[in-house]
């Protein structure tokens, strides 16, 4: 690789990714719960210890494994995806889909609520048409037939495919097609508005450093993925930001370090200190790529029938006093009331 320019060796580290029928990836900061109240004191409302501690260990991390080299995989060819967020004391959030045929999920209904400060109900608490949601709000792993949800959805007017995804929840329905497409896009994109250094070798990592303008980046790949909204399950009415907007975040240069090994990616980092106001601030966001190990349907999952729950949300609403896209007198003066409507 001595022989090559930053961008081909960064270009050609990230091929090899491709190369790979599988890919983990990782992404949390790389800082202390003291660093982040520091960090945070100067915006006039400091972050409270604990809450800096369980965002100081959370761990976004996303898998794949696929028949083929990911590259060259489509639709049909993934046969396993994972999505996850960690905390301090394990898993917040999963989604794992296997194939094109089910996707499950669970969640720590109780961490989450400690860290909004709202108490979430209990699974006793819901009302007997939330069915194997009461699962989900216990942290047991749920489970969503595809097949049974891409029919839902065109009896619910949706009038084409979901690309798997469950209705209602926005997970997006980018093929990798299109995924191909969006990646050319935005690497067009950081080759116009990124420089590249070849920082050089230490203990078998050779240091790629990439340096842009922090407003002229964040323009130029917003522009990029407008484009693509549809294809992210993002909503058509999102906001699109302003030039105002731009003009917020300060064009100082930011730089984000690639560390190779053997050729291919093994780590990123970026200090988003920079940003801040304060001059010294740091806050150091850290990536890791790799091999994903096999992804298996979680055992015990209970399926979530997506029609009952309508179903039975749609008899709740009548309940209340809607019916047909009308309602009754005594249901209207519930929902004008000061208080809204009383469950």
Known sequence: MENLSAGAKL???????????????????DATPAELVALTKS????????????????????????KKPISESGEKDITGQQLSLQGPDGALFEVR??????????MDMKKFGELSGEEMPSANELPPEAGAMGDMFEGRWVKFDLAKAE??????????????????FGTPSLSPE????????????????????????????????????????????????????????????????????YRDIPARAVSVDFFLED????????????????????????????????IEAPSGATELDLASILSGMMAGLEDEGFADNTMDEAGLEELTAADGPQY
Not at 24 to 29: D, K, M, P, R, V
């Open 11 to 29: 270009t050609d580290a990230f091929d090899r990714l491709g190369d790979q029928k599988s890919l983990h990836l990782s992404l949390g900061l």
């Open 43 to 66: 915006s006039g409302d400091p972050m409270d210890a604990k809450t800096a501690k369980f965002i100081s260990g959370m761990t976004f991390t996303y898998d794949m494994t696929s």
């Open 97 to 106: 889909t296997i194939g094109t045929d089910a996707t499950y999920t669970r």
């Open 151 to 168: 029919k839902l959805g065109k009896e619910m007017g949706a009038g084409e495919k979901t690309g798997g995804a469950v209705p209602g």
């Open 178 to 245: 299109v995924g191909k497409e969006l990646m050319k896009d935005l690497k067009k994109a950081m080759a116009r508005e990124v420089k590249l250094r070849d920082k050089g070798s230490k203990d078998g990592l050779v240091r790629v450093t990439a340096s842009a303008s922090a407003r002229g980046l964040v323009k130029a790949l917003v522009d990029t993925v407008l484009p693509y909204t549809k294809d992210l399950g993002l909503p058509a009415s999102m906001p699109k930001p302003t030039a105002k907007d």
């Open 263 to 294: 050729g291919a990616v093994d780590s990123a980092s970026v200090d988003l200190g920079v940003l801040s106001k304060d001059k010294g601030d740091k806050l150091v966001l850290k990536a890791e790529f790799g091999k994903a190990e096999p």
